[in-house]
């Protein structure tokens, strides 16, 4: 059964960091995609950083560029989101997706998800 448990999210002020946890169980990277999605009140879930299952490279969308990564540690199944420099609009649910297959950046449709975590930046 695939499981993906998140925790770490939290409240934050403005130019402060947190960092969320993924870790995922039956299932391996090298079979699926995986990446950090987010959704806002009243906006859409947006992608925000994932591993291509395709060619093994890590996407980042533009507004986070420079200030998230997604490192993990395949050792521990597990995924992170580092985020730094955190600013108000990042506020959302974040959510660690998962689907089996090849596809490049973000670009899939999860199968798999989790159960949400809560940042909130503050001004």
């Known amino acids: 059964e695939v499981q993906l448990v998140e925790s770490g999210g939290g409240l934050v002020q403005a130019g402060g960091s947190l960092r969320l946890s993924c870790a995922a169980s039956?299932?391996?990277?090298?079979?699926?995609?995986i990446g950090w999605f987010r959704q806002a009140p009243g906006k859409e879930r947006e992608g925000v950083s994932c591993?291509?299952?395709?060619?093994?490279?890590?996407y980042y969308r533009d507004s986070v560029t420079g200030r998230f990564t997604m490192p993990s540690d395949n050792a521990k199944n597990t995924v992170y989101l580092q985020m730094n420099s955190l600013k108000p609009e990042d506020t959302a649910v974040y959510y660690c997706?998962?689907?089996?297959?090849?596809?490049?950046?973000?670009?899939?449709?999860?199968?798999?998800w989790g159960q949400g975590t809560q940042v909130t930046v503050s001004s």
């Open positions: 591993i291509s299952s395709s060619d093994g490279v890590t």
């Open positions: 039956g299932f391996t990277f090298d079979d699926y995609a």
């Open positions: 997706a998962a689907k089996r297959g090849s596809y490049y950046g973000c670009l899939f449709e999860p199968d798999y």
